[in-house]
């Protein structure tokens, strides 16, 4: 009888289950690995001699089932979208856990429509170790003596967790008192029901951003109570202890005969994996639990029925469990995080979405969600951008010295490059000052070595993760695209063979330019601060007040203002400001309000000079643009002269280093004089904003304060009134 032929879509852990298949006989022959072409992918096709597909398309129809071995959707990664697609194709799918229970019930829905099977492998619960428990808990503890039971594991294995636990104990878990559960720190304690007895489950609930897979104290500990003994699953891989609860001999030295109990009363170990290497478990024992689940899959594919009541019974199970782990995130939140950097820094997505995973999926304006987000989330997204411009920068340099590792380099071959432009010299220093202090790279007077090894499909990935992670929490995938696209054409603007405001207006069009400024969360938010602060003083004054906005360029905090402020031709003149005519004319093409006054300004030029007065205006408004002054203090004096006294400047600016600007906007800045010159960096910090506004001896508050989440995208809107 001819085996059936898959595939295996994957090769970082899917590496496992090709391994498996290569390697036993399960009924299942390999027969090609779907993947997106990477290194590790040509490397697994030549070694197990199968073809490399890199498209679904071009699978062989001959190909009756894949193991989908991706991070899925909800994990950062295209496992669900690889999973449906293979099921519409007629294609059965096993797929590597976690998975959305919304995903779930999708991918049940299509395998129902296309009469295939669907399953989410579980490779834990065929571990030797969790077999041999089981059969440890029939021998050494009837059911009815369990008094509670106790489990430790890592946040990565809760999902495969909660079957493992059911089919130990043979009931279904159940939590208790969600609503009252609050985590700690590190790791959080639910308490939950199996059957008739009570669980206590301790999520370990920390992760390494930059090496997930490794910041496991424990995969999995399980410790089962009785009044006479406790039997312990010490760790995943064992030993299993069973220990006897101490039993005291009040008339040891005085009896004649040695206590029976204290005889029976001994300690037993069993040692599965005694004296192996982790190499050893993961290459003998790893592959034999998948080995099982393959023969498990094996065993349901050969009924040929998917669509019978018995299998349906499995597709409940598996919403079920869905439901649970969702559950179980919602009330813990997202683990807490390790920043810190090491020398790779292989972040991966693991932590992605792993928990809190139904925010993600709501709807509506990206503000409210990420107003919504924790510090340590807002922190999590934050780096995970940073980290996708960080290696692309990194990555181009590399290139341009050969991917030459560890080798030290001449830093004036690098800056052949840019052909002695002062602006794009200064980027450049920039982003190796960047790098030298993440750890990438290491200068040493006129020389420079590259530490990190970073390849194309690394930075791709990054790039790829970053979408997943920031949309719809933190951006828009237009403004995502924008960063996307000077990472891949860095070396074309540093050299100066392209301007960078073609890909701000390619063509000459507008709209990338609108999205970007429009689509970040932050900027929303801030923009509906002013809104606010504007409509309040507006209600106080009862009389016309004048409003400028400097530097309104594409109209994004200026439509929020329009449509939120109930300004009106009785109660306000708005001066709409741009240095550039451009914008001007589009904004006159939008905002035809009788209200709005256009005018081209140009900030950095003295205001009497272009026939704008001091003491002229209740209100004055620079969102986001006075980091292109070219000396902040005196155009900051500047437009503190034009406000009337009583009056109101509201100013928002990011503050400190933000890597993504490097990357893209600092091309177009004018070179400052002040002190951003000597230091070299793009944004004044919080501190220097302070202290700089305070200098005028107006009142100055800022927004928002530290005690705020979203302090953490270092964006902030001060608020200066003039007395």
Not at 251 to 277: G, I, P, R, W
Not at 315 to 340: C, D, T
Not at 365 to 394: G, M, N
Request: glycine share 4%.
């Amino acid at each position: 009888m001819s085996k059936i032929k898959v595939i295996v879509c994957g090769t970082k852990f899917g590496q496992f289950y090709i391994e498996a298949l290569h390697r036993y006989d399960t009924g299942f022959k390999l027969s090609g690995i779907l993947s997106n072409g990477s290194n590790q992918s040509k490397v697994c096709s030549d070694k197990y001699n199968v073809p490399l597909y890199t498209n679904i398309s071009d699978i062989p129809k001959d190909i009756k089932l894949a193991f989908v071995i991706i991070r899925s959707d909800v994990m950062g990664g295209s496992g669900t979208d690889v999973i449906i697609e293979l099921l519409k194709r007629g294609i059965n799918v096993v797929a590597e856990q976690p998975l959305h229970v919304k995903d779930i019930q999708k991918c049940v829905k299509e395998a129902l429509k296309n009469n295939v099977l669907f399953r989410i492998a579980n490779i834990y619960k065929n571990m030797e170790t969790i077999k041999l428990y089981k059969e440890k808990i029939i021998e050494f503890i009837p059911d009815s003596e369990i008094t509670n039971i106790e489990v430790t594991v890592s946040n990565q294995i809760v999902f495969s967790l909660i079957e493992v636990l059911e089919e130990i104990f043979g009931d279904e878990l159940m939590l208790l008192n969600s609503d009252e559960i609050k985590p700690n720190m590190d790791d959080s304690s639910l308490i939950c029901r199996i059957g008739s007895k009570l669980l206590l489950l301790k999520i370990l609930n920390r992760v390494d951003a930059f090496d997930p897979d490794n910041t496991m104290p424990y995969m999995l500990n399980i410790k089962t109570f009785t009044n006479y003994g406790t039997l312990e699953l010490y760790e995943l891989f064992g030993p299993i202890i069973w220990k006897p609860m101490v039993k005291v001999a009040h008339n040891y030295f005085t009896a004649k005969e040695v206590n029976v109990t204290l005889q029976t009363n001994v300690c037993y170990m069993e040692e599965l994996y005694s004296n192996n290497s982790f190499e050893e478990i993961f290459s003998k024992y790893w592959i034999n639990s998948i080995k099982s689940t393959i023969i498990n899959i094996k065993q349901d594919f050969s009924k040929g029925e998917y669509l019978s009541k018995q299998d349906k019974h499995c597709y409940q199970r598996m919403v079920e469990n869905g439901v649970k782990w969702n559950a179980i995130g919602n009330i813990i939140g997202y683990p807490h995080l390790s920043l810190i950097k090491r020398e790779d820094s292989n972040i991966t997505s693991r932590i992605i979405k792993t928990f809190n995973v139904e925010r993600a999926t709501n709807t509506g304006d990206i503000s409210i969600k990420l107003k919504e987000c924790s510090f340590q989330e807002i922190k999590l997204q934050k780096r995970i951008l940073d980290i996708a411009c960080l290696e692309s920068v990194y990555y181009n340099l590399f290139k341009i010295n050969n991917f030459i590792i560890n080798e030290e380099i001449k830093i004036s071959n690098i800056f052949k490059i840019i052909g002695g432009d002062l602006k794009r010299e200064r980027v450049l220093k920039r982003w190796l000052k960047i790098l030298e202090k993440e750890k990438y790279i290491v200068i040493s007077e006129e020389y420079i070595k590259f530490i990190v090894n970073i390849n194309e499909d690394k930075m791709l990935y990054n790039w790829k993760r970053a979408k997943k992670f920031l949309i719809p929490h933190f951006t828009d995938e237009v403004v995502v695209d924008y960063y996307m696209d000077h990472s891949r054409e860095f070396i074309n603007i540093l050299s100066g063979n392209l301007n960078p405001m073609l890909l701000l207006f390619p063509n000459g069009d507008d709209k990338i330019a609108v999205e970007f400024y429009r689509q970040n969360s932050m900027e929303k938010i801030l923009a509906k601060e002013i809104s606010k602060h504007i409509c309040d003083y507006v209600k106080k004054a009862k009389r016309k007040i004048r409003i400028l906005e400097i530097g309104a360029g594409t109209g994004a905090t200026s439509e929020y203002i329009f449509s939120n402020s109930d300004l009106t031709n009785n109660n306000c003149e708005y001066i709409f400001s741009d240095v550039s005519q451009y914008f001007l004319n589009n904004a006159k093409r939008k905002y035809a309000y009788e209200y709005i006054k256009f005018k081209k300004i140009d900030f950095n030029k003295s205001f009497m000079e272009q026939k704008i007065f001091n003491n002229s205006f209740d209100i004055v408004i620079s969102a986001g643009a006075l980091n292109n002054s070219i000396d902040t203090k005196v155009v900051v004096e500047n437009i503190f002269n034009l406000v009337k006294s009583g009056g109101l400047i509201l100013i928002t600016e990011p503050v400190g280093e933000h890597y993504e600007i490097a990357l893209s906007q600092s091309f177009l800045m004018n070179i400052p004089i002040d002190e951003r010159y000597e230091s070299n960096i793009t944004f004044l910090n919080l501190n220097q904003w302070v202290d700089l506004l305070s200098q005028t001896g107006f009142i100055t508050n800022y927004w928002p304060d530290e005690t705020n989440p979203l302090s953490g995208l270092n964006k902030y809107l001060f608020m200066v009134r003039k007395e």
